[in-house]
Nanobody, 115 residues
């Protein structure tokens, strides 16, 4: 079955950095779009960044220039390098893929940025 597992979250001060990782299994990883979403307040997951199979990336405006999404197809992993973190980046970060008409999500990893 499809499985996504996030890691790398933690507590950092504003201006600091974290690198999130997502390990995927159960899909032909190299052909799939991968994405990161985050949940701040409430139960909604908001788009953060995505990366296509060819490496083309898309970012939510507020993280542009600070976050970098990348993928390692040989290792079935996607990463989110987060620099210059702000308090408003705090939330649970989820790895996502869309496969056979279904969204799949990891369990999430907590990112807390203190000001």
């Amino acid at each position: 079955q499809v499985r996504l597992v996030e890691s790398g979250g933690g507590l950092v001060q504003a201006g600091g950095s974290l690198r999130l990782s997502c390990s995927a299994s159960g899909i032909n990883f190299k052909i799939h779009r991968m994405a990161w979403y985050r949940r701040g307040s409430g139960n909604q997951r908001d788009f953060v960044a995505s990366i296509e199979s060819n490496g083309a990336a898309n970012y939510e405006d507020s993280v542009m220039g600070r976050f970098t999404i990348s993928r390692n197809n040989a290792r079935n992993m996607v990463h989110l390098q987060m620099n210059s973190l702000k308090a408003e980046d705090t939330g649970v970060y989820f790895c996502n893929t869309f496969y056979k008409s279904n969204d799949y999500w990891g369990q999430g990893t907590q990112v807390t940025v203190s000001s």
